[in-house]
């Protein structure tokens, strides 16, 4: 790293470097310049972040009772309270693209908005995504233009939901029709994807014996740069410095849980934790670690694959997501059912506190960002892609008003909501999909 001198502001790509490890910074005081607060106000990167959670939900325990305000919370959305002055649901969103009505175009066309082509073969065709548009613009100056994450670590191949490729069902992201974008859902592996050197499997084994942390490797560079920041700075890096030691710690926990058991797990690759909610929160964390320090600014996350089968004891339901959701209106199913829906918005309400701790220039690092939590399907007991569960958090620069039930009268594209996102977030689009225009009541100011 060059030598810095107080006299000029430090680039916003400023990184820490040592032994083929990259570690990007927060924004600093120090990287704007002191001659206009108009320039420090612009310095935040504006981000985006897509969660998706598969099989709709139950929609009498998701809606909120208000019609225009949280005020009051559904069950289903009950621990977004500590969180709600920065979230706002919206209801009567629908998905046409998505029909005939199935878990792989539900999946498919959620960040698309587009038709899959019905097709058990590699001829899929589909659309770019939303997030893959962003990741265009917004993209081009970071190190990962887009960060793909998932919770499943095996992609099933071939034809999985009636006669459509289980392309459609595994991947979120689609840079071109013709291109979908794999997720990973290890988290070592994503932790070096953002600040390691990466290489082959046997590479990245040796190398996690030999080193003890990512720090360590770049705490000359960061002494050298601690002498030139103020008080407010140093306590900036520190802080983020911290969360980064803190992912280490519990990756290199989980690795050392799966090392010491002695039965062969082949499902479970070394570095996952154990159970689901650790996984999860392992994987969010990562995101926000990565937008603190500017690596990527567009990330995906997907919470379940469609027709999931996964079980979650930690929160006592052990009968399989899948089935559960169609329920048939059984009153015992829809109650195990409604509590999955419930987990996973309690795991992205903790992201979004998350954001909100975060500082970043006069604000946080979700004031900044935007978030999108929902699913392509509403009831799934019916295969429906209609009045979908969706959640919009953050963007408080972007004017974002929080703590708002909006209601549509009448059914309105979700390719709306994600041509308003882009447009916020500095994406300049005249259509999205089968987008009509901008939705209208989530933001101060907003043309229709």
Known sequence: MSTFTTRKA???????????????LPLLDAMVPAATAATRAAQPAKRLAYIFIPMGCDLSRWTPPGKDTLDELS?????LAPVRQHVSVISNLELQPAYPGTHATSNAAFLSAA????????????????????????GRQTQLPSLELAMDLMQ?????????????QNNLSWSSPTTPLPAEAHPRLVFERLFGEGGSKAERSAALKQRASLLDFVKDDMSRLSRTLGPEDRQRVDHYLESVREVERRIQKAEAGVAENPLPDLDRPVGVPAAYADHARLLFDLQVLA??????RVSTFQLARETSNR??????????????????????KIEKFSKINA?????????????????????SLLDHTLCLYGSGMGNPNVHDHTNLPVIVAGGAASGMKGGRHLRYDKPVPL???HLTLLDKAGVKLDRFGDSQGKISGLFDTLSI
């Open 10 to 24: 430090l680039p916003r790509r400023t990184f820490l470097r040592g032994l083929g490890t990259t570690l990007g």
């Open 75 to 79: 069950p289903i959305l009950s621990s």
């Open 115 to 138: 038709h899959a082509k019905h097709t058990e073969s590699t001829d899929y065709f589909l659309g770019i995504t939303a997030d893959q548009i962003a990741a265009q613009q917004i």
């Open 156 to 168: 099933t191949v071939g034809q999985c939901d009636n006669g459509y490729a289980c392309v459609y």
């Open 291 to 296: 937008m603190q320090g500017d690596v990527t």
């Open 311 to 332: 079980t979650y004891p930690e929160i006592g339901v052990s009968d399989p997501h899948h089935p559960l959701s169609h329920h048939g209106n059984d009153p015992a």
């Open 343 to 363: 987990f996973h918005v309690s795991l992205f309400a903790e992201f979004v506190a998350k954001l909100a701790a975060t500082s970043e220039a006069e604000g």
């Open 415 to 417: 390719a709306n909501l």
